[in-house]
């Protein structure tokens, strides 16, 4: 038994302040045999949960608080609360919520109002001023005077003040320094965070750091020295940590009751709703099979008591259909017959033969998880429909904590450390993303001195704070809702984007404690299928719903076959591409494994090629295991999805359940390094034991390390597969509408826009330029013919206009007599008018470029007079574009062309030198050496790729893959780089039907081509 | 027809970088405005352009592309100094040089130069090679006309003589728009319209011009107007005051010295008060017979045109300098500064702290013992005793800000300068305590108050004591970890 408990600790979740992991700290006081230890962060519970974890597993008690900032009589000064009980922890998060609500972000101020109604908290006060307001405003019982002794020379005569005050108000002393680290030889780090918190380098930090290293977690006989004089103030802390007895396993968490009908119970409307969706699913007749399955779902969420849940998703998808904004759920949910029969996920789960268990199981009782992906645009109104329905108290987004990573490390320890920012940046350049290590020879290379003191200290500050919470920011759509208020359960703080909350708890927090989060995520290929079903309706009066989209649609398939997928969700990247025409889907399961198959996971795995030779009968379907059969049958015998892996742990190497749904945890969890690695040893040497080859052993392991960074369940690649079936129909049969549709949600998918607009004219589509008098804001369809249909391309393509330009322009009169009724209706300004004349928008006033641009500057003198406009005083005749200005211009104004591609004015010149275009490139034979010249559309350097880095160039016929080994691209490196436009020497590398050009050398073309032409996407 | 010459030092940024640098010569070079990550490009050498780094890319990224790439930052100061500079050496060749509104360009009047020279071309050429032995790129215009005799030097090398006004008008016209520093914009809409020569802008009417492109572009239109040619605006020389006297025979008796340089000083006086300044500081170099020159720099409180105050300061510190020869020749340099309404006002009122006293007792100390000999503490935040404040020289005296004396008594804790170590005693721990002299012995230590940090330079930790002796002595002392040492840092009183 421990003879005193440290009540004042602050983790690394007490931003820039804290030294040491919640965990470690705990782990410290275990050791040191301490029974209890308070966390109590600055402003915050932010460090809470981690530290509940591990002192659940270590058998130690948290004693809960947080440093409070309390506003007394115009001052603000620390003091520590502890919850007593679960309405102590209660009223300090409301506490903390209120002090949060009144100041900018990352900042709070209790105020001693906020605690009139606080009860079950106990006060420390380190300091003398504040404790007479705070005994009048809470009591001399609930409070405590606080003495530190950190051995610096104000602590002494400040505690004099103290124990005086104390005394004459009646409150009791007790003693406990202030722990920022678990252990001394953290003291540099937090050195260094509270330098990079200042913004000041360590030498000019003076006193923003503390004077000495007495702020680690200390044993009792170290304690017990400090307070010799006063062991009472020790034994005391003792008997708050007593009296502190709750715990966060106390919260209670209940999700939200909806309104229910009258006379219904939770679980009686969810299987009327369910139904009722049922005979809408399966037009009036529901199959047996499935009924069987949506009668054990419904059992099992009535025993774990998750209606409420269900019901809650269904409000949200209601409210999504009642003001027309597409959204369909994802992730595991899409097994379940009841998310698909309430209309939450679009996957039949029972013909999909997918497993309810994945998503809830009794044994797991663990919260479902269902991410419901909207319509980018729109998600926003979702939001705040969930704020407005459940209250700002009752629903918050949960937080993203940001940490650092690799480069973020070095940047700000260096700039702590002094060093020059030029030498960082250096530094950082050669750091990649994604490293967990920091390799001391990078730094060297960066030009920084091996030996020198400050080198050393950046390499092994910088790999110290790595994964520290840095800042709190907000997950892209996780939502926190409570049947009582979630300022209850963990404070709310305003976050930096306009009229949204966030909890001080992360998703890893929430998982923990087992709490609902209702994620709400924007999608930019919903946005484009209900633009283009909207076009259908009016243009072609065709309408259609993502669940009657024609199914298993031939024409479709041999579209995708082909690799023609530029704009089609999901299958339109590079990798995609290259794959579709091996794999050749002809179904919509071959959909699902297509998109679940390009993934680093079934890559690094090596998992591709054997499951394409088995699809083409190329190789024998064999099961390592006969136990294995059923799980991997669907998939040839080779594991794609993440659900297999995990069954496979069970089967093959006797995973118990529980251990399966850690592997899950685990593999969702891999930034955590270490995580995945445990699984290793136990995972490999038990399926060798069942008899599993080891090869296949390694090879099952790779892929789950390569799903801890990205894989895909089976029910997620079906929803992702229906969209991509959506968007590829669409595509395939009405390629004008998809066109429009995918111009007017950008930004989204993998190409620019000029990409699209040549897609799309290669295809036969007629795309029409930028006119005044005929185009919209956005994309529209023109009628072309009786038949068929033009895209307009719309004023939001012309580069420099913006809202309030498009505020001026749609309630013109259009069309336009001429250039200056146009210029007085709307009153734009000079930069918007130029921008207009460049793109060549006033062509429909017999105005060549240059002279509309000589007209418009001169008639913007005049746009605030109230007379009619004055004619140009002298309209100078400026010389028309040549045809392969036009086209430069265009992309120069507006960032694509309709009237032509960049590189057809090259063409004769190309020709002459022997050089094809892309579509006679694709029929040269294997081993062929060519030299090829294209525009770079995107530069790609996979992870997965051991540092080749791909290249798609296009020009007016089409698209040339290019394969770019490490040693060209470093022999290349500025031209691999930097060109837009790019000459490839190489050879041609056939097989399957796909083509790739394999770069011997690159090199700048010399034909002459403005720069401003395309920018490409690259990806590294 | 009157003759106007150019003389322009192309991209006079890289060159002063490169003058700097030496060694970076053959390397891509970029100049930024910020040594940070966000720092951009704003000049750039030929390699570097040809190595698709443009003028307005991050640093960062440039480096990205470019490993090899050289980055420094040169700043307007090092260039209006070094442009200085340039004017100084370009009036050996005309007492009439202007600085213009261009980087690295001056207007050069060579009127009535060419008989001295035998030709505009051997004048321009004497500029050229002088520049050029001083590794200075340079390109001389002669021409007629100022502005079009820049813009033919911007598209030039080496000299260039043009022979008449439509020579220069042909020449000129072909130099690129974007070559006059014009703003990106007006650039960019300018050649949307195929307008990138000068030649193509000069051919649109000014008027029209300025309605549409604004004040920047007519200026530029206007400034090529044959009729709005202004005059050269020469640069003043710029000549320090100064006077200089023989001792004959030399001599190093001090009050003799005085008294030949009291009247060098008035004649000084009279020169500066002629030009409305009064003296900042004077630099006297006493060139010594058979040894080295001996130099004394002297600053009054304040500008000055007081002779005897002048000579009072020169007598203090020749009153403490002894001379290692005879002096055969004074010279005496004047820092000047505009002089202050203070210097002219009649005696008034004096406050009952004259802080002008003051400064003049501190001016007249400074004069006896050294530029460095009055400081000031100033305090500072840091942890370690030693390093919360420092002295720093100054130059003015300030009336002490604490209003009167405090009613309650503090002890008053004197630092030394250096701490200082108490003899060692064995075991040398903190426990053992520290041992002062045998006199005297401690009776209380009151701490101890730990002070540790410089971990990223020289770990210092310190435990501090307060120790009373069995004489009544506070003492304020620490041991050193590191050095398992006592030591004595100051006393209390």
């Avoid at chain 1, 998809?738 to 930004?747: H, V």
Wanted: glycine share 6%; charged share 25%.
């Amino acid at each position: 038994m421990s003879a005193y408990v440290p009540l004042w600790v602050k983790s690394n979740h007490s931003f820039l302040e804290g030294a040491s992991f919640p965990e470690e700290l705990v782990e410290r006081a275990n050791a040191l045999g301490l029974s209890s230890i308070a966390i109590t962060d600055r402003d915050g519970v932010y460090g809470l949960v981690r530290a509940h974890m591990r002192a659940k597993d270590l058998g130690i008690r948290i004693v809960t608080g947080a440093q409070l900032s309390i506003d007394v009589e115009g001052r603000a000064h620390h003091v520590i609360a502890l919850a007593k009980t679960r309405r102590g922890y209660a009223d300090l998060c409301r506490a903390l919520s209120l002090g949060h609500a009144r100041c900018e972000k990352g900042i709070s101020l209790v105020e001693l109002a906020d605690l009139q109604e606080a009860q079950d908290l106990f006060f420390l006060c380190p300091t003398p001023e504040p404790l007479r307001a705070l005994c009048s405003a809470r009591g001399p019982s609930a409070l405590f005077a606080l003495c530190t002794r950190h051995l610096t020379e104000h602590e002494r005569p400040r505690e004099k003040l103290l124990r005086a005050a104390a005394r004459e108000l009646g409150i009791h002393v007790v003693g406990a320094n202030e722990v920022l680290y678990h252990d001394k030889a953290r003291r540099s780090l937090q050195d260094i965070l509270a330098c990079i918190r200042a913004g000041k380098a360590l030498s000019e930090a003076g006193r923003m750091t503390r004077p000495n290293a007495e702020h680690y977690l200390k044993s009792f006989d170290e304690v017990s020295h400090l307070f010799a004089d006063d062991p009472e103030c020790l034994r005391r802390t003792l008997d708050i940590a007593e009296q502190c007895s709750f715990n966060l396993d106390d919260i209670r968490y209940r999700y939200p009751e909806e309104h229910l009908p009258s006379g219904r119970t939770e679980q009686g409307w969810l299987r009327e709703l369910t139904f009722r969706g049922a005979l809408e699913r399966y037009r009036g007749k529901v199959p047996t099979d499935v009924r069987a399955q949506i009668e054990r779902e419904l059992q099992i969420i009535r025993e774990l008591d998750y209606g409420g849940y269900f019901l809650t998703m269904y409000e949200i998808v209601q409210y999504c259909r009642q003001n027309g904004i597409l959204c369909q759920g994802r992730g595991s949910a899409a097994n379940s017959a009841v998310c698909f029969c309430l209309g939450i996920t679009s996957i039949d789960p029972v013909r999909m033969d997918l497993l309810f268990e994945r998503f809830l199981s009794v044994e797991r009782a663990e919260p479902p998880d269902i991410d419901l992906d909207i319509e980018h645009e729109r998600r926003e109104e979702v939001i705040q429909h969930v704020y407005e329905k459940y209250g700002r108290r009752y629903a918050a987004m949960v937080a993203n904590i940001i940490r650092y990573r690799i480069r973020s490390a070095v940047r700000d320890v260096g700039k702590a450390l002094g060093l020059s920012r030029t030498d960082l940046e250096t530094a950082t350049r050669l750091l990649r993303h994604r490293d967990d290590v920091l390799n001391p020879e990078l730094l060297q290379e960066a030009g920084l001195e091996k030996d020198a003191p400050a080198t050393r200290h950046l390499w092994s500050l910088a790999s110290q704070v790595l994964d520290f919470p840095r800042h709190l920011s907000i997950h892209p759509g996780g939502f926190l809702l409570g049947h009582r208020p979630v300022d209850e359960i963990v404070p709310i703080e305003p976050a930096t984007m306009e009229a949204r909350t966030v909890i001080q708890w992360d998703k890893y927090d929430v998982d923990n404690l087992a709490l609902f989060k209702v994620d709400l995520l924007g999608l930019g290929a919903l946005t484009c299928i209900h633009r283009a079903f909207d076009l259908l309706e009016q243009h072609k009066s065709l309408s259609l719903e993502i669940a009657t989209v024609p199914a298993e649609d031939e024409a479709t398939y041999d579209m995708v076959s082909k690799g023609d997928t530029v704009g089609v969700f999901q299958i339109e990247s590079r990798a995609q591409m290259a794959m579709l025409p091996r794999l050749r889907p002809r179904t919509f399961y071959d959909l699902v494994i297509e998109v679940a198959i390009v993934r680093p996971g079934p890559i690094q795995g090596d998992m591709v090629h054997p499951y394409l030779r088995r699809r083409k009968g190329e190789e024998e379907i064999l099961y390592p295991h006969p136990k294995l059969e059923r799980i991997l049958r669907k998939t040839l015998g080779v594991p794609i999805f993440q659900e297999q892996v995990m069954k496979l742990a069970v089967e093959a190497a006797g995973y118990t359940p529980g251990e399966a749904d850690q592997l899950r945890r685990d593999m969702a969890a891999w930034r955590r390094s270490g995580r995945i690695e445990k699984h290793r040893t136990r995972m490999i040497p038990r399926m060798i034991a069942q008899g599993i080859p080891e090869e296949f052993a390694d090879r099952v392991f790779s892929q789950i390390r390569g799903f801890g960074e990205y894989g895909f369940p089976e029910s997620h690649a079906a929803s992702f597969a229906l969209l991509a079936y959506v968007t590829a129909w669409l595509r395939c049969h009405h390629h004008e509408a998809f066109t429009c549709a995918i111009l007017n949600s950008q930004p989204m998918g993998f190409y620019t826009p000029a990409t699209l607009v040549e897609d799309a004219k290669r295809h036969g589509v007629e795309v029409r330029p930028i006119d005044i008098n005929k185009s919209r804001w956005d994309c529209t369809l023109e009628e072309r013919d009786a038949s068929s249909l033009a895209v307009r391309m719309g004023l939001r393509y012309v580069k420099g206009l913006g809202v309030l330009e498009r505020q001026r322009i749609e309630p013109g009169q259009a069309p336009y007599p001429n250039l200056a009724t146009f210029v007085r209706q709307t009153g734009l300004n000079k930069k918007a008018l130029h921008a207009l004349a460049e793109a060549g928008a006033f062509e429909c006033f017999g105005l060549n470029r240059r002279d509309a641009i000589w007209q418009v500057r001169g008639l913007s003198r005049f746009v605030r007079d109230p007379l009619p406009l004055e004619p140009a005083s002298s309209q100078i005749s400026f010389s028309s574009l040549a045809n392969d200005d036009q086209v430069i211009w265009d992309y120069r104004a507006s960032d694509h062309s309709t009237r032509g591609h960049p590189m057809r004015g090259l063409r004769h010149a190309l020709e002459a030198r022997g050089i094809p275009n892309a579509t006679a490139v694709h029929r040269r034979a294997h081993g062929e050496e060519l030299d090829y010249v294209g525009m770079v559309i995107c530069r790609q350097r996979p992870g997965t790729a051991s540092g080749v880095t791909f290249f798609t160039l296009e020009d007016e016929t089409g698209f040339v893959n290019v394969v770019v080994w490490k040693r060209v691209f470093d022999r290349h490196a500025i031209v691999a780089k930097t060109a837009a436009l790019l000459g490839v020497t190489g050879e041609i590398q056939k097989a399957d039907g796909v083509t790739h050009l394999v770069a011997r050398s690159l090199w700048m073309p010399d034909v002459a081509l403005a720069e401003q032409t395309s920018r490409s996407r690259d990806f590294h | 027809m009157k003759r106007i010459s150019c003389v322009l030092l192309p991209m006079l940024p890289l060159q002063i970088l490169l003058r700097r640098k030496p060694c970076w010569q053959g390397s891509p070079i970029a100049i930024i405005d910020d040594e940070g990550p966000h720092g951009r490009i704003i000049h750039l050498d030929v390699l570097a352009k040809k190595s698709r780094l443009r003028i307005g890319m991050r640093q960062t990224v440039a480096r990205d592309l470019l490993p090899t790439l050289r980055t420094a930052i040169v700043s307007n100061e090092e260039i209006s100094e070094i442009s200085a500079e340039l004017i100084t050496s370009l009036q050996t060749f005309s007492p009439r040089v202007e600085a213009i509104d261009h980087p690295g360009a001056f207007h050069v009047d060579p009127e009535g130069l060419r008989g001295l020279y035998g030709g505009y071309r051997n004048w321009a050429t004497c500029i050229h090679r002088y520049l050029r032995a001083r590794q200075w790129r340079s390109a001389v215009t002669v021409g007629f006309h100022r502005h079009r005799a820049l813009a033919v030097a911007m598209t030039h090398r080496g000299v260039t003589i043009l022979e008449s006004p439509e020579e220069e008008r042909e020449q000129s016209n072909e130099t690129p728009l974007r070559m006059f520093g014009l703003s990106g914009t007006l650039c960019e809409s300018l050649r949307a319209l195929g307008i990138e020569t000068l030649g193509d802008f000069l051919a649109v009417p000014s008027g029209e011009l300025h309605s549409r492109f604004g004040v920047e572009a007519s200026a530029l239109h206007d400034a090529f107007a044959e009729e709005l040619q202004l005059p050269i605006q020469p640069h003043a020389f710029d000549e320090p005051a100064r006077i200089s006297f023989q001792i004959d025979p030399p001599d190093e008796d001090q009050h003799r010295l005085l008294f030949a340089m009291k009247g060098a000083l008035h004649s000084l006086l009279h020169q500066v008060r002629a030009r409305g300044e009064a003296i900042q500081s004077l630099d006297l170099s006493l060139h010594l017979e058979r040894a080295p020159t001996h130099r004394e720099h002297l600053e009054p409180a304040s500008p000055t045109l007081d002779l005897m105050l002048l000579l009072e300061l020169a007598r203090l510190r020749l009153g403490e300098t002894t001379l290692r020869g005879a002096v055969e020749e004074v010279e005496i340099l004047a820092t000047t500064a505009h002089a202050r309404a203070e210097q002219v006002s009649l005696p008034g009122h004096q406050p009952h702290r004259d802080m002008s006293a003051a400064q003049r007792a501190l001016a007249r100390i400074r004069a006896a013992y050294g530029e460095r000999s009055v400081t000031m503490a100033r305090i500072r935040e840091a942890h370690l005793p030693e390093a919360s404040f420092r002295w720093e020289p100054t130059q003015h005296a300030r009336a002490s800000e604490r209003a009167a004396s405090s009613s309650v008594s503090s002890m008053i804790r004197r630092v030394y300068a250096k701490p200082k170590p108490l003899p060692p005693r064995e075991p040398n721990e903190p426990e053992a305590g520290p041992s002062l002299s045998k006199d005297h012995a401690i009776e209380h230590m009151y701490g101890p108050y730990r002070v540790s940090g410089g971990w990223w330079k020289r770990l210092v930790e310190r435990d501090y004591y307060y120790a009373e002796t069995d004489h009544g002595d506070l003492l304020w002392l620490f041991y050193d970890r590191p050095r398992k040492r006592w030591f004595l840092h100051g006393v209390l009183d």
